[in-house]
């Protein structure tokens, strides 16, 4: 059984930092594109951050130099670093394997607020 499991979220002030991780099972990540995506409240879910197994990254415009994916094989964990958290960041983060998004976790919540 496949599982991806994100941990990291919470309540952070505006301009903090926070780093995600999403630990998986049941797959191999080094050979799957991972990515990052998050779903704020009354809008569409958005793709944040995709690393494949080979290539470059790819970033939204909207989180450009203030978040970072990266990966660790090893480990089998995808992390998302994230820094100058702005409110309008405030969302259900979900990690996800697969070029077509094949596997999703359960998604983590991060809230930026005073």
């Known amino acids: 059984q496949v599982q991806l499991v994100e941990s990291g979220g919470g309540l952070v002030q505006p301009g903090g930092a926070l780093t995600l991780t999403c630990t998986a099972s049941g797959i191999k990540l080094d050979t799957f594109t991972m990515g990052w995506y998050r779903r704020a409240p009354g809008k569409q879910r958005e793709l944040v951050a995709r690393i494949p197994n080979y290539g470059s990254t790819y970033y939204a415009d909207s989180v450009k130099g203030r978040f970072t994916i990266s990966r660790d094989n090893a480990k089998n964990t995808v992390y998302l670093q994230m820094s100058s958290l702005k409110p309008e960041d405030t969302a259900v983060y979900y990690c996800?394997?697969?070029?077509?998004?094949?596997?999703w976790g359960q998604g983590t919540q991060v809230t930026v607020s005073l």
């Open positions: 996800t394997a697969g070029i077509y998004t094949t596997y």
